[in-house]
C-alpha cells in the first residue's frame, strides 16, 4: 500500500490515542523504548524462528542491530538501563511502532503496538487480573464490542508435572518440549515404554557408559581416536548426558497411567469458570491442588475488576505457541463475519529479565495490542 | 516465437556433465562471441539461447522470469524458492551432481546422534554458555525448515559462504549444514552427520517455470535431458 492517506492515519491515531489513555489514566508510565536494538537479545532470547522474520542489520561499526520485531523486550531494556534496582516496582506503557517480514497471515511487515509491561508488581494473581481487565478496557473504550477471550495457565501443567512421579530430568525435558506438541507426545511415549531411547549410532557407546565411569569413557574415546575438541563442549558436559541417557534405560518405565493424566490434562478446554471440576478429574497431588487454588483466586479477582469469567473461555494447551510466558496467558480475537482476527494478547513472563541481566528473576506481566489489525476489524 | 532463455552453470563440474549429457542428445552449444562468452546458441531446436550463469544464480533467474529453463542443483533450488510458491517447477532429475545436504556435528560429541540430541543439546548450551549454539550454512532457508519441522528452535544460523566444514576448528560455530558427496570432507574435519540428519539428496535437474512447462521447446530439451547415459 506504500503508506497511509491522512484519513487512514487519522483514524489510526485517535484509536490508539483511546487504547493509550487507558493504560496511563491507570497509573503506567508511557515510555518511548528504542526502535533500533541490538540484535543479540532478541536472537539470542527467541532462537532462529524469530531472527528469520526480524530485520537485522550492520552497524557501520560491526554491530548487529535489529528493527525491534516487538516492544517487550526494548521496554525490559529500558527498565534495565533506568532502575537502580530491576525488582523494583515498575508499570509502563507504550505505542510505538514494530516490524516483522510478513508472514503467512500477510500481516504488514510495520505495524503499530500498544502494550504495557508490569515489572515487579506484589500480588501476582491481582496483577494477571488487572492485565487482562485493562486490556479488555481499552479494545472497548476503541470501539470493540465483539471479541473472545481465551487463556491459559502454564503454571497448572507445572504443578502437575511436579506431582507426577519420575526422574527429575525427564521432567526437565517434557517441560523444554511442552512448546512442540509432537515432541512431547513422543517423548512421553518413549518414557512410558521404558528401555530409554531407541537403537541410534551411539547406542553401543551408551552401554559402555552403564558400566563404568562416563568420564573415563568419554576421555578414553577421545583419546584413542585423537578426535579434537571443538564445538564449545567440555568431555564432562558430554559424558553427563551419556550418563543420563544410560541411567534412562534403567529407569523404570513411566506409569501409563500418569502419561494419559498430563495428556488428559492438555486435552481439557471449556468455560473458564466452570473448568476446575475437570481439573479435580485429573487428579494430582498437592502442588497441582495449589496451582487449582491460585487459578480460583485469579477467577475471583478477575470478577472483582467487573470481568465476567463465565464468557471466557479455557484451554490448557493454550500458550504453546509462545515460549515466551512462564504462567497465566491470554489471548483477546476480535469476532468477525466468518471468523475471528487475534487483536491482543498477553501473560505473565517472569525469567525475561533475569535473562536479560536482572539478578534475579523479576515477576513481569503483560499485554500488546496489534493496533493496525484492531483497525482493520473496526473500520 | 519468442526466444526461449536456457540457463547453464558457466563452469564446474555441473557445467561439464551437462554439456556433455546435451552434447550426447544431438544438442550441441555454440558459444557466442568470445570463446568464453556468457551466452550461446543451442544446436538442435530452433529458437532456444543459452545463458550461462552462476550456478547459484539460476534459481533466482528462473523466479524472476529472466530465464525460462535451467540446469542447476537441487539443493540451490529449494534455498532459493519456497517449495509452495509454485513459480518454478522441478522437471527433471538428472543422473549427476548427486550429493546430499546434511547437518553435522563434531564427532567428539559422542553424546550426540539425533535431531532430538541436538535440541537437548541447544537447550543446555544456551543455560551453560549463555549463548545460542550455532550453525554455519549457506543454506539459510534449507536449515530453517528443516529445524522447525524437528522441532529444533534453539539456535542461530551464522551465514558462512566457503570452507563451511571449518566452521566448528575455526570457533565461528558448533554446527554446520553444508553439502557433501563422498563425507569424506567432514570426517576430515572430524564432523560426523546425524542420524537422521540428511535435509536433501540433491542432484543436478532441469527446472522451468511452471508458466511455460508445455512449450514444445522445453519438453524436447526434457526428453533429450532424460535419455538413459
Redesign the interface.
Known sequence: MAGRSSQERDGLERQNAALIAVFERAGFDHIAPDIIQPADIFLERSGEDIRARTFVFTDPGGAEMCLRPDLTVPACRYHLSHVEDPSAERRYCYLGPAFRFPDELLSPQEFTQAGLEWFGAGEPVAAEARVLKLTISALEAAGLTRYRVTFGDLGLFSALLDDTEMPARWRQRLRHHFWRPHAFRDLLQSFSVGGGARQSSISPLVSRVAETDALAVVEAEIAARSLPLVGGREPGEIADRLADKAADRRERPLDPAKAEQLNAYLAIAGEASGIDSRFQSIGGSERFAGARNYYARRLFEMEELGLNPRRFHFAAGFGRELEYYTGFTFQIEADVDGGAVTVAGGGRYDNLLSDMGAPSPVPAVGCAIHTDRLRAVLS | MSILTFAMPSKGRLMEAASELLGRAGLGIDRLGAERGYRGQLRGIEDVEVAFLSASEIAQNLRDGKADLGITGQDLLEEKIPPDEGSVTLLLRLAFGGADVVVA??????????M?DL???A????E?????LRVATKYRNLT?RF??AR?V?????VESLGATEGA??A?IA??IVDITTTGSTLAAN?LKVL?DGVILRSSAVLAVRTVGKEDPRVQRLAAALAAPA
Open positions: 556435528v563434531p564427532e567428539c560429541w559422542l553424546d550426540v546422534a539425533s532430538v535440541d537437548d543439546i537447550e543446555s548450551f544456551y551453560r554458555h549463555g549463548r545460542r530453517r529445524f522447525a522441532g528452535t534453539g539456535y542461530r544460523i566448528p576448528a570457533g558448533e554446527v572430524h542420524d
